[in-house]
């Protein structure tokens, strides 16, 4: 397991961001950007990992986006924010068999800019 701090990483194309910690992670500056260094392209949740991606708030109350796919495989689950109106933009497919937890706030939400893949189980919290 790698963790990163301090210098965002610089993404190429088709590259994969994974989170496979098997338990609680906070967002850190490797996703820490809408564009350049800590500007993810694919993004994998797997392992029963739970990604908080605005907790702690040293790590930011903010947007987030990814230029690829986000998949959240079953039993691990992503949380952007329940109090702050953040949105999550996805440049590619959400693959949902985990959860996505949104802000419950007006202005906050998630845009996908192709498709939710057809999977069995789909768990959205929020707006």
Not at 41 to 67: E, K
Request: charged residues 10%; contains cysteine; aromatic residues 12%.
């Amino acid at each position: 397991m790698v963790f990163v701090t301090g210098k965002p990483p610089t993404y190429g194309n088709n590259s994969f961001l994974i989170y496979n910690s098997g338990g609680s992670f906070d967002r850190n500056v490797e996703w820490g950007s809408v564009s350049g260094p800590g500007y993810p392209y694919h993004v994998t949740v797997q392992n029963s990992t739970f990604l908080q991606l605005n907790f702690p708030a040293i790590n930011g109350n903010a947007d987030r986006a990814i230029a690829g796919n986000l998949s959240i495989a079953s039993a691990s689950s992503v949380l952007l924010s329940t109090t702050a109106a953040n949105k999550l933009t996805v440049g590619g497919n959400l693959a949902l068999d985990g959860t996505l937890t949104l802000p419950t706030v007006s202005g906050g939400g998630y845009l996908c800019r192709r498709k939710l893949e057809p999977f069995v189980h789909r768990y959205f919290h929020g707006k």
